[in-house]
């Protein structure tokens, strides 16, 4: 039976709930304002098409996810000087946080990693940790860095074209010998290889698929003894040619990154395998980072490796269904 001084405490008890349900889409507009009021910029090495898309691409998917705003700027010609100056906008923009894709040794970032941290910016890398390191340097620059370990992607290129039987000679081209990252990957691999007792050329090549094609085409001619090749910094489509061209059709090739040539080679055959470093990743976790930085004073203690992962006929057609989706 309800008493009067229980109904008087049922209608307090529904008054009070009823005041914090009402109460709760106001907290959360609150909570939605303060976020909308973190500006984070991703301070991109190209324009957010092929692969800088993913990383462009996964960098807006977390602002939406976090309700922040994210903003995508980078140098129409990258050089050290251009994307310093990207940063410098950045930072006189006022932004909060900063992701940069660094493309080469930190040491060229260090002056206006110091100018974020004066202006109270966190100031994060969307690029590779240091080969062989996961554990974050307390004296790092960067408050995290989100990337493959690319030495580490180098020899599981080189075990793996063990692992398939490879015995002879293997060529490693590297279309931009100046790019550090690349170097790592090639250098790693020769060293796997020849630990192995298996020949390996390193071949400096350009960005022109023509010329690569014929370098690589009178390399065979020269070594006909080459079993495999490896295109470490950039798309295949050279590679593919002389292939074709001088009637290899034994020749194994394998690359980086996810790009539709390298899908579809590798569905027909005529491509191995690709080492892919998760790029979508590389753009949607410096925005996380950033943000629970900035919000809750986080900080990743490992640095977060996005790769080497590898993509070969047994799961080919999930990545691809992934790619046109634009998550990869």
């Known amino acids: 039976m309800t008493t009067e001084r229980n109904r008087s405490t049922i209608l307090r008890a529904a008054g009070i709930l009823g005041a914090a349900l009402f109460a709760l889409p106001a907290m959360n507009a609150v909570a939605q304002a303060q976020d909308d009021d973190i500006n984070i910029y991703f301070v991109g090495c190209a324009a957010p098409t092929g692969f800088h898309g993913y990383l462009a691409r996964g960098a807006e998917e977390a602002g939406d996810n976090l309700g922040v705003n994210v903003t995508y700027i980078y140098p129409d010609k990258l050089t050290i000087p251009n994307q310093v100056q990207k940063i410098e906008e950045a930072i006189a923009a006022q932004a909060d946080g900063i992701a940069v894709c660094v493309f080469t040794e930190d040491a060229a970032y260090t002056e206006v990693a110091a100018a974020a941290k004066a202006a109270g910016i966190a100031f994060g890398s969307a690029a590779a940790p240091p080969a062989g390191k996961q554990v974050r340097d307390p004296d790092d620059i960067f408050l995290f860095r989100t990337g493959s370990d690319e030495r580490a992607a180098g020899k599981l290129t080189a ?130 980072l950033l943000t629970h930085n900035i919000k809750y004073g986080l900080l990743e203690a490992n640095y977060f490796l996005t790769g080497p992962t590898i993509v070969d006929k047994d799961n080919v057609e999930q990545v691809a269904t992934l790619v046109e989706q634009g998550y990869r």
């Open 159 to 288: 075990q793996r074209l063990i692992a398939m039987g490879v015995t002879g000679r293997v060529v490693v081209g590297d279309q931009q010998p100046g790019d550090a990252t690349c170097r790592d990957r090639a250098d790693a691999q020769i060293e796997e290889l020849k630990a192995n007792g298996i020949e390996a050329d390193f071949l400096e090549l350009t960005m022109d698929p023509g010329q690569q094609s014929e370098a690589i085409f009178n390399y065979l001619r020269l070594h006909p003894d080459t079993a495999a090749a490896t295109s470490v910094c950039d798309v295949i489509d050279g590679f593919l040619s002389a292939k074709a061209d001088s009637g290899r059709d034994d020749l194994i090739l394998t690359g980086y990154d996810i790009v539709a040539q390298s899908l579809e080679a590798i569905r027909d055959g005529r491509q191995a395998f690709t080492i892919d470093q998760q790029q979508f990743w590389r753009g949607y976790m410096p925005i996380l």
